[in-house]
């Protein structure tokens, strides 16, 4: 797709995680991109901008179900406005789940080649700011969730024989695990896990940041596994499955839980459930963060 050596900007909004760098972006790109669609990245010492083109229309690079954060890197404004500028041809555009300092670039950019654009509210991520402690968090969230979350945890010990998260940070027989319960997922989610989703996943796992995590009882098949990443700020929560027939015992929020006091415990600072408005985020202490879409035509 493109040279994965970079200038090593960063970011121009903040705690995006790996959403804007080119590995991640090449992966998804290897197994979703459409038969029209045509990779192009902006780069130099200024900044970066990976863009697709697909006919006369202009995006950003990647599926915005799979790309939960957008961000220039750098300072790309000028980049992107000679880009504008001198491209030669009229062409819709359109700047899915952009952070404000994110859309800031791009609106620049419009601003600055002379064109007119639309931007409006898009999506939202939900996104726990971490206190110092658990116990901190606890009391955060409110009686009634503090006592359900210990609650849960209670019945999954009594139901399961005990409580075990264990971590994995490459493929192996646990993400065979997260794909067989992703498919027993209800509806669309359960339709998602093709077979080039699992390679994507495969691909992501095997990169540094990447790992499972995986919530156990008293025996070795997991009751709920997700896959996310982490860096110095936190915590991205990028996919996650459990067993339906362990419904009872709420195997998902028990994990999570888990991880938000893991988190809470490495020093991280925020636990990004990215995009998606699901009330169990928000009873688990979220905040909505909002994203933005930038479109017109030049």
Known sequence: MFDTRTYGHRTAAERVGPFATRGFLATVWRYTALPGQVPLLLS??????AL???????????HEDLVDYRSPLGDAVD???EHFRTSGRSRSFRFDSLPSAAADVITGALDRAGLGYRKAPHAETAVVDLPDTFDEYLAAIGKKQRHEARRKRRRFVGEMGGLRVATFEEPGPVLDDF?????????????FM????EEMFTELLSTDG???????????LPAAVVIGYSDTDGYYLYNSAYDPDLRHVSPGVVLLT?????TIAA??????FLKGSEPYKFRMGARPRPLLVVEGST
């Not at 888990?258 to 893991?262: Q, R």
Request: charged share 35%; proline share 2%.
């Open 44 to 49: 130099d010492e200024r900044g970066e901008v």
């Open 52 to 62: 697709v083109e697909e006919g006369d229309h202009l995006g950003l690079l990647g």
């Open 79 to 81: 980049l992107l406005a």
């Open 179 to 191: 794909f067989r319960l992703h498919r027993r997922s209800a509806g669309r989610k359960g339709r």
């Open 194 to 197: 093709t077979d080039p989703m």
């Open 210 to 220: 990447w790992r499972l995590d995986a919530l156990y009882g008293e025996n070795d």
């Open 258 to 262: 888990e991880l938000i006091a893991a």
């Open 267 to 272: 020093g991280g600072e925020v636990f990004d």
